[in-house]
């Protein structure tokens, strides 16, 4: 994908859905009309092409979170220092615990619509610590 799109605004309609505003640069127009074999660019098309591809990543979301599905912010500090907080649900269902080492990789997420960037989130200490609790179940099978 070329060009860039961004988010310019966001707003909850009274019926409970989201309308969301975006500012679509000439590179992407150029690109997307281009892909769709559109002569010019349409709000139309750019809409129903994005409502899938959103549709299509919930989904999936979904599916692999068990028809869970989190929506996080991220918020800042007295300090200004940037956070996340998750959902006890989430984290329960991740296994992750208090002080555990999570790194932030920045990623580029490959879609059937295109490219975009995105990011992971790797919990190194859980590893070490579902070795631990396995290797202790092992030793108290063998005492047995």
Same mark, same amino acid.
């Given at each position: 994908m070329k060009g860039k799109f961004d988010l310019a605004e966001e707003a909850q $309609? !009274?019926?409970?859905?989201?309308?969301?505003i975006f500012d679509?640069?000439? *590179?992407?127009?150029?690109? &997307?009309?281009?892909?769709?074999g559109l002569r010019r660019w349409s709000d139309k098309r750019f809409q129903k092409v994005f409502h899938k591809a959103l549709v299509s990543a919930l989904e999936t979301v979904e599916k692999e979170q068990? $028809? !869970?599905y989190?929506?996080?912010?991220?918020?800042?500090?007295?300090d200004? *220092?940037?956070?996340?907080? &998750?959902?006890?649900?989430?984290?329960?269902q991740l296994g992750w615990?208090?002080?555990?080492?999570?790194?932030?990789?920045?990623?580029?997420?490959?879609?059937d619509w295109g490219e975009h960037k995105g990011f992971t989130l790797s919990n190194k200490s859980k590893p070490?610590?579902?070795?631990?609790?396995?290797?202790k179940k092992a030793i108290s099978v063998d005492m047995e």
């Amino acid at each position: 994908m070329k060009g860039k799109f961004d988010l310019a605004e966001e707003a909850q $309609n !009274d019926d409970g859905t989201w309308s969301l505003i975006f500012d679509v640069d000439d *590179e992407f127009q150029e690109w &997307f009309k281009e892909w769709q074999g559109l002569r010019r660019w349409s709000d139309k098309r750019f809409q129903k092409v994005f409502h899938k591809a959103l549709v299509s990543a919930l989904e999936t979301v979904e599916k692999e979170q068990n $028809n !869970d599905y989190y929506i996080v912010k991220v918020q800042e500090t007295p300090d200004g *220092e940037p956070f996340i907080e &998750f959902p006890q649900k989430l984290i329960d269902q991740l296994g992750w615990e208090v002080g555990d080492d999570v790194e932030w990789d920045e990623s580029e997420i490959c879609e059937d619509w295109g490219e975009h960037k995105g990011f992971t989130l790797s919990n190194k200490s859980k590893p070490f610590r579902d070795a631990d609790e396995a290797r202790k179940k092992a030793i108290s099978v063998d005492m047995e």
